[in-house]
């Protein structure tokens, strides 16, 4: 699992499943390492969509029919169907990326700014410029535009910094000096009841052959024609220690930290915790710290040569990624920054595949138990704990977690990913969803049709 990433590709095709099968599998995450032939090594080249140096135009298609899942979501679920024009120059110190999203409806467009022109919505997915840099023992890049950023170490959702919400306006610092990294990143979210909100990010890691280990923070500050925080621009500074738990400076603090363990070849256990509050202020009130976390474990070869199997276990307690103010709530245009599921939260999932007819057909199989609370992020921060006066109730009774009444949701997805040409891939599954709340419970059933394409243009130069 890579702890810093800024996608500069169609993410949408998943094609980091090989790569994180190959580490793994070989126990190691040295990225100069050759691995031998295998499946999955010809399933990543086969799916990665690569740009010479140079210009590079083409258009990714994406189709696929609706579903109602709540804990199972794929990569390609993350942008609607329609069109993605993309254009990419490379050389060896200077990328530029744009891509742009058109569909002919506007329910299919929910994560980007909508601007319907003759029944054809479109926005702007990605586009930026960033310069790079590399030596024998240090490299470096800046990047200044709209881009994804994950910072985590889970296979489902990090709790950090995960690609599930839209691609951030960004300004990014990343680093790599050795075993050791770091980024730094100042985004401009969307503006909340006409208050200006910015993200700032800074994160530490450093990487052997067999474990990665990542801590970081981040700030999220707002406030009505609020400018850039200079002193959050400073990324020597430990920010969140200061603002954990403020509730007068007009923003949300967090502390992160994650770990990856390749002990063995063909073994990965993984873990990450999130820390939103501490509760500094009041004894015996241990539900005012807000946290979360998540482990996982990940076996690969097993029964199969080509067997990904990975169980993750997470948990989320309620008004994590949330603050007294409703502004700095932990989201970009209404989709999580963190883990997709917000908080309120218990999860289960278990993921399997492997391959066939050399890495054409991938079976999938994914199930997920969910106890869904009833604060999630749509419920707006409250203090049941102190009355009017801000008086500390010391005989408060907090909620069980996740909060009741609890919704359960246990689904499956079943099915396979079929290569049906060099650059197209159909996946068919059938999904099963029993949902439980109380003493009624609702079954569905389906199937489920996803389908990708990418056209490389021929006037490529």
């Known amino acids: 699992m890579v702890a810093h990433v800024c996608h500069g590709q169609f993410f949408y ?8 099968w190959l580490q793994t599998n070989f126990s190691s995450f040295n990225k100069s390492d050759i691995f031998p032939s295998n499946k999955w090594l010809t399933y990543g080249i086969n799916k990665n969509i690569r ?15 609706q579903n109602n899942l709540k804990g199972i979501i794929q990569k390609s679920d993350y942008i609607g ?5 993309a254009y990419r120059y490379t050389s060896p110190h200077i990328e530029i990326m744009n891509t742009m999203f058109f569909t002919d409806d506007v329910n299919n467009a929910e994560r980007g700014f909508v601007r319907t022109i003759k ?36 296979f489902n959702s990090n709790l950090f910094i995960s690609d599930f919400s839209r691609p951030f306006d960004q300004f990014t610092l990343h680093a790599e000096l050795g075993k050791l990294n770091a980024l730094f990143s100042v ?21 052997s052959k067999k474990l990665s280990i990542t801590v970081g923070e981040s700030v999220l500050a707002s406030g009505v024609s609020k ?8 990324p020597f500074s430990f920010w969140a220690w200061e603002n954990l738990g403020s509730t007068t400076k007009g923003l949300n603090a967090f502390l992160y930290a994650g770990i990856t363990w390749l002990p063995i070849n063909g073994l990965r256990i993984y ?22 976390y998540l482990i996982g474990v990940q076996r690969t070869g097993f029964p199969f040569e080509s067997s990904n199997l990975w169980i993750e276990y997470s948990n989320v307690l309620h008004q994590v990624y949330q603050s007294y103010h409703p502004t700095h709530i932990y989201t970009h245009r209404g989709f999580p920054i963190g883990h997709f599921l917000g908080n309120d939260f218990i999860n289960i999932k278990i993921h399997y595949s492997q391959l066939m007819q050399f890495g054409k057909i991938k079976p999938i199989i994914d199930i997920s138990y969910l106890m869904d609370g009833a604060n999630g992020l749509e419920t707006r921060f409250d203090n049941p704990w102190e009355t009017e006066e801000g008086e500390f109730l010391k005989d408060y009774i907090p909620p069980t977690h996740p909060s009741p009444p609890v919704t359960t949701w246990i689904e499956s997805e079943v099915g396979a990913e079929i290569k049906i040409g060099i650059a197209a891939y159909l996946t068919i599954t059938a999904h099963y969803q029993l949902k439980s709340m109380e003493k009624a419970s609702v079954t569905d059933m389906g199937i489920g049709i996803r389908f990708w394409s990418y056209f490389q243009l021929p006037f490529n130069k």
Not at 51 to 65: D, M
Not at 135 to 142: C, I, P, R, V
Not at 189 to 205: A, C, K, V
Not at 273 to 285: E, K, L, P, R, S
């Open 13 to 20: 095709i998943d094609d980091q499943e090989s790569k994180y």
């Open 51 to 65: 740009q010479k140096e140079g210009h590079s135009f083409g258009a990714f298609i994406h189709l696929k029919n």
């Open 81 to 85: 169907n329609g069109l993605l024009s």
């Open 119 to 154: 029944n054809v919505t479109m926005y702007t997915n990605q586009a930026y410029l960033k310069v790079n840099n590399q030596s024998d023992k240090f490299n470096y890049s800046l990047k200044i535009g709209r881009d994804f950023i994950t910072v985590g170490h889970s």
């Open 187 to 207: 985004i401009e979210l969307d503006t909340i009841m006409d208050h200006n909100r910015y993200l700032y990010i800074h994160s530490f890691g450093y990487k």
């Open 227 to 234: 400018p850039i925080n200079i002193q959050f621009l400073n």
């Open 271 to 292: 873990g990450e915790t999130i820390i939103d509050d501490i509760n500094f202020h009041q004894d015996d009130a241990f539900y005012l710290n807000r946290f979360g």
